[in-house]
């Protein structure tokens, strides 16, 4: 099937997850996909995956890192050369650090604020200028349900994308004038390879000396349980991309799943101390179960 107005995307983040089915699924439609990773070596999953859907003719690869402005620069210029103009941005690349905040190091901090929220400033600085010439664009910015409610052992995580949902806020009221929209999904738990081989622990997680190394462990078991049941299926982010791409006005937080919905609103709803209460009794009773 063919997309009614056919885009340029730039997406970052594609070799696995949301990044992978977005750029197949957006192909798919007729849209020029720039699919873009850190290592194109591991770009045989998406080009599979495209050949499979009838997009492949649609995909181009390129190498960036959301850390390295010389290699945003570099692909960037290279779409302009070739495409003339990036009508939809995708900040999608990420990953999330687990751990108490007195087992991570400072380090461990920067390195996940470089790459969630900077890395998305470092994309985003480079492509306005282009969307602004074109007086239209949209930026879609990929948080979380972490970027509106915070859990322990993802402070850092959901540190990053609770400054992406400010940036995005005020980047919003910033661009709108230029005719570019800025919008933010926001999912719940999906089981993709950031929980599996992307996944990262802080450096004393399993450090038996750690005062939280028997909440750490617990809470790891549970957050792997909790994933393998998962039966959300991941294209759901990449159906509701599409959806954003081609709506005139979407709205600006996009809430892909029951669940992460729900927890919206409460979080809205309630006094922070009831909110708060019921989230230590939810962790509390999980952590129980495992414990059996
Ligand atoms: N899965 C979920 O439950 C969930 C929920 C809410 C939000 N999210 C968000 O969704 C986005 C995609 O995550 P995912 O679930 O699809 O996980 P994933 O399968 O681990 O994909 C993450 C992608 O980001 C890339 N990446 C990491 N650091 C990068 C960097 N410095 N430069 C360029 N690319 C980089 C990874 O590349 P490499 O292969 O090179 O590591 C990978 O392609 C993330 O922003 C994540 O925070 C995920």
């Known amino acids: 099937m063919t997309a009614n107005n056919p ?70 210029a290279q779409v302009i050369t070739k495409y003339k103009k990036i009508d939809v941005l995708i900040n999608n690349a990420g990953y999330g650090i687990v751990g108490f905040f007195e ?6 901090i920067r390195s996940q604020m470089e790459t969630n929220f900077f890395g998305v400033q470092n994309v985003t600085r480079e492509v306005i200028p282009f969307m602004r010439q074109n007086k239209s664009g949209k930026i879609i910015n990929i948080s979380s349900v972490s970027g509106f409610s915070s859990s322990p052992c993802f402070s850092a995580y959901s540190s990053s994308k609770w400054a992406l949902e400010a940036f995005s806020e005020s980047l919003r009221y910033e661009l709108m004038p230029f005719g570019i929209q800025v919008l933010l999904i926001e999912p ?18 399993d450090n038996p000396n750690s005062p939280y190394y028997e909440k750490s ?19 759901a982010i990449a159906i509701l991309t599409e959806k954003l791409i081609n709506a005139k006005n979407p709205a600006f937080r996009n809430i892909p799943d029951w669940e992460s919905k729900i927890l919206f609103i409460l979080r809205k709803v309630l006094p922070f101390r009831l909110y708060s209460f019921l989230m230590t009794i939810a962790l509390s009773k999980t952590t129980r179960t495992i414990n059996k």
Request: proline residues 1%; positive net charge; glycine residues 6%.
């Open 103 to 108: 087992d991570l190091v400072q380090e461990e």
């Open 7 to 76: 885009k340029v995307i730039l997406i970052t983040g594609c070799s696995s997850g949301f990044g992978l089915l977005m750029s197949a699924r957006l192909s798919s439609k007729g849209n020029q996909v720039i699919a873009t990773m850190r290592n194109t070596n591991k770009k045989q999953a998406l080009l599979d995956e495209a050949e499979k859907r009838g997009g492949i003719n649609n995909v181009e690869i390129m190498q960036l890192d959301v850390t390295d402005i010389a290699s945003i620069k570099k692909c960037i």
């Open 188 to 205: 719940g738990t999906y089981n993709t390879d950031i929980f599996h081989s992307n996944a990262k622990y802080a450096k004393y997680y």
């Open 217 to 235: 462990q617990n809470l790891k078991l549970m957050v792997q349980n909790y994933v393998n049941k998962c039966k959300k299926n991941p294209e």
